[in-house]
């Protein structure tokens, strides 16, 4: 009975999955395909700035169906156990700060701040992980955010001295503390005004954390009305064979 039970969840995780992909890659295609066809035939009678206007919008598009296809990659990959980590001694500061000026060009209508503390010791991760997990997290404030807000991104001693802290902070409209555990789960989009406008598949923090959680970190978040906070720490270089421990907490 367990065994049919199993079966089921797997079939009901697997339709859910294809429909949610489904559903993802078609908007962008139909959106794509319907600026290309109206370029095609009707070249003469547009306007450069309409013509500029539609080739952005298909760029926009294609760069939501790149990072779809990277996430979906990324997943494969920790669900397999095919996804190779190679541990390095990184300044988490030196890291950072050109995803946040990457973002910043992006997102130019909010206001980016960044508050090092150059005296934290280097952390122990994978380069190419870790910096994707913070484009998640700082790429997000941005989305979730109205325009004007600032978005900041703290580094820090922890509690923990065998761990760094790392904050990015932002302005939105807060998460409600029942869907803490939800954000953090495959496709998972919270049902608001700000995330409504948004698009995105709904695996950037699921990734996030389980990148995390096999370097040995750990993330977490505080949330209320006028913002939110997402908390992570990581592993310094100086602790013997760390990187990939579970994280021990602060007790």
Request: overall charge neutral; charged content about 25%.
């Amino acid at each position: 009975m367990r065994y049919n039970k199993n079966m089921v969840n797997e079939e009901k995780q697997q339709e859910d999955f294809i429909s949610t992909v489904s559903h993802e890659l078609r908007t962008p295609l139909t959106s794509i395909r319907g600026f290309a066809q109206t370029m095609l035939s009707s070249w003469d009678a547009l306007d450069d700035e309409n013509k500029k206007k539609f080739i952005q919008i298909i760029e926009q598009q294609s760069n939501r169906l790149i990072n779809l296809v990277e996430n979906m990659l990324s997943v494969n990959k920790l669900q397999s156990f095919k996804d190779k980590f190679v541990y390095k001694n990184a300044s988490a500061n030196t890291l950072i700060e050109p995803i946040v000026q990457i973002i910043k060009h992006q997102y130019p209508n909010h206001n980016f701040e960044t508050v090092f503390n150059n005296k934290i010791p280097n952390i122990l991760v994978d380069v190419d992980k870790f910096q994707q997990i913070m484009t998640n997290l700082i790429e997000n404030a941005a989305k979730y955010s109205n325009e004007g807000t600032n978005i900041t991104v703290l580094t820090d001693f922890s509690c923990c001295p065998d761990y760094i802290l790392i904050k990015v902070i932002d302005e939105g409209i807060g998460i409600k503390e029942e869907d803490f555990d939800k954000i953090f789960t495959k496709f998972s989009r919270l049902d608001n005004p700000l995330t409504r406008r948004v698009q995105g598949s709904g695996l950037g923090l699921y990734i996030t954390k389980t990148l995390l959680k096999k370097m040995g970190g750990e993330i977490s978040l505080k949330s209320s009305e006028n913002g939110t906070t997402f908390e992570i720490f990581l592993p310094v270089e100086n602790v013997e064979n760390q990187a990939g421990k579970p994280f021990k907490g602060c007790g």
